[in-house]
């Protein structure tokens, strides 16, 4: 059914969930397994620009290159393409999953709501409203949670 998946990511821990789940997809369709992790230019536009063409963008792309090296490292060995755009996230993912041909994205969400989902929106909420491919929400947990778990496995 699924030919190519999907995965955008932030690198954060919360997001191994989704990574999990989209692997095991993965390597249940037999299909390649694409992970994503968008620079968002929008966060840092206002910026000087000679602010942002210093050591912003580089150490931008580090955090890019690193979120895609800890989807790799979860993704078992099914990660067959790894990307790394810059602009607005929500459209980026939209944009690579039809462009590439992509039969579904799998993605977390932090189950923001209340006035911060009103007044910021939230990346999954715009792709899911705007994707012509399947979107699979990952519910993820709150970073406490993922923090107690890597306190108890440290623990042992």
Same mark, same amino acid.
């Given at each position: ?7 955008? *990511?932030?690198? @954060?821990?919360?997001?191994? *969930?989704?990574?999990?789940?989209? =692997? &095991?997809?993965? &390597?249940?369709?037999? +299909? ?8 968002? =230019?929008?966060?840092? @536009?206002?910026?000087? /620009? ?7 963008? +580089? ?6 290159? +690193?979120?895609?090296?800890?989807? +790799?490292?979860?993704?078992?060995? %099914?990660?067959? !393409?790894?990307?790394?755009?810059? /602009?607005?996230?929500? &459209? ?20 923001? /709501? ?10 999954? !909420?715009?792709?899911?409203? =705007? @994707? !012509? ?5 990952? %519910?993820?947990?709150?970073? @406490? ?10 623990? =042992?």
């Amino acid at each position: 059914m699924y030919e190519r998946i999907l995965v955008p *990511t932030d690198g @954060s821990p919360e997001v191994d *969930t989704v990574l999990e789940h989209a =692997t &095991a997809l993965a &390597a249940a369709h037999d +299909a390649e397994l694409h992970a994503l992790y968008v620079i968002n =230019t929008a966060g840092y @536009s206002g910026l000087p /620009g000679d602010t942002t063409v210093g050591g912003l963008d +580089a150490m931008m792309n580090e955090q890019g290159e +690193a979120a895609l090296d800890r989807a +790799a490292e979860h993704a078992d060995g %099914r990660l067959t !393409e790894r990307v790394l755009l810059d /602009g607005r996230p929500s &459209a980026e993912i939209v944009d690579y999953a039809d462009e590439g041909g992509c039969d579904l994205i799998v993605m977390g969400t932090h189950g923001r /709501g209340g006035i911060d989902r009103l007044l910021l929106g939230s990346v999954a !909420e715009r792709v899911v409203r =705007t @994707s !012509e491919v399947p979107v699979l929400t990952v %519910r993820v947990p709150k970073r @406490s949670d993922v923090d107690a778990e890597a306190d108890i496995e440290n623990d =042992t």
